[in-house]
């Protein structure tokens, strides 16, 4: 079991830029979750899918956009970086009400 | 809503010393309590749960215990090891609100 698999794992774009970050666990888990990580702030929840085929916004979800693609896979978008976006991105999955199992993490800096 | 709430850090240490990181919460209905630790340049991991009053989770020599009556989920360790610095991050999930709601993190600093 490889558990929640993120990619990529560095990222550097260009104000403006696009990019998706990937992520799939292996769990079974009906529930996936993107957090932010920034330094004095903990882990900010920026979306969710609490099942497959329903998504949610989070606490700041400004800038994103996320997909379900299915029950594996849950991919956050952003369309057009921006420099307040450079952060630690991590996804996590879990069973509903229950722990979450996080990935290892994307680290993406925005110039 | 529901809320977290633990020291702030950084909290350095001897090694063999004892670790206490106080966490308190506040809560609608019955949560599931967690202790999760950050490694430096890695994910968050599961440290220890607690799901109902009174139950003790532990781990890795690390203990903490649900209570109830005092809305708190202390995370102690008898000895600590240098591999133990870290962040620490308690955590709370309920039925009805599937999400976790972590607390700020502390970080623990252990020397040699």
């Known amino acids: 079991n490889a558990g929640v698999t993120q990619t990529p794992k560095f990222q550097v774009l260009k104000t403006g830029q696009s990019m998706t970050l990937q992520c799939a666990q292996d769990?079974?888990?009906?529930?996936m979750y993107w957090y932010r990580q920034d330094p004095g702030m903990g882990l900010r929840l920026i979306y969710y899918?609490?099942?497959?085929?329903?998504?949610d916004k989070g606490e700041v979800p400004n800038g994103y956009n996320v997909s379900r693609l299915n029950k594996r896979e849950f991919s956050l978008r952003l369309e057009s970086a921006a420099p307040s976006q450079t952060s630690v991105y991590f996804c996590?999955?879990?069973?509903?009400?229950?722990?979450?199992?996080f990935g290892p993490g994307t680290r993406l800096t925005v110039l | 809503g529901d809320s977290v709430t633990q020291m702030e850090g950084p909290v350095t240490l001897s090694e063999e010393a004892f670790l206490t990181i106080n966490c308190t919460y506040t809560?609608?209905?019955?949560?599931?309590l967690f202790w999760y630790v950050q490694y430096p340049g890695e994910g968050l991991q599961l440290l220890l749960k607690?799901?109902?009053?009174?139950d003790k989770g532990s781990n890795k020599g690390f203990e903490a215990t649900y209570r109830k009556e005092t809305t708190s989920f202390h995370l102690e360790k008898g000895s600590v090891q240098v591999s133990d610095s870290a962040v620490y991050f308690c955590?709370?999930?309920?039925?009805?609100?599937?999400?976790?709601?972590f607390g700020a993190g502390t970080q623990v600093v252990v020397t040699p």
């Open positions: 899918s609490a099942s497959e085929g329903t998504t």
């Open positions: 607690a799901t109902k009053a009174d």
């Open positions: 955590a709370l999930v309920t039925d009805s609100w599937g999400k976790l709601q």
């Open positions: 809560a609608t209905g019955y949560p599931s």
């Open positions: 769990m079974n888990h009906n529930s």
């Open positions: 996590a999955s879990s069973v509903w009400g229950d722990e979450q199992f």
